[in-house]
């Protein structure tokens, strides 16, 4: 059964999944253009130039940043 996510929940995971695989397109250089790969995976240009650089996302930089005892 699966589970009932909120629908932005859901969009947040489908769009990281495009962010993740359109980077690793680039690494394999299957598209050199980083305007090409923003298009085909219908994601920011902006953002993945981000994580190119090696930014990591707030969701996953605010979970690293609890401290638990």
């Not at 690494?27 to 930014?55: C, D, H």
Request: aromatic fraction near 4%; glycine fraction near 4%.
């Amino acid at each position: 059964m699966p589970t009932n996510r909120p629908q932005s929940s859901r969009n947040s995971i489908e769009r990281e999944g495009r962010i993740l695989l359109a980077i690793k397109a680039i690494k394999n250089q299957e598209i050199s253009a980083i305007r090409e790969v923003a298009r085909r995976f219908e994601i920011p240009e902006s953002t993945l130039r981000t994580r190119l650089r090696g930014i990591t996302f707030r969701a996953k930089a605010r979970a690293n940043g609890y401290k638990l005892t």
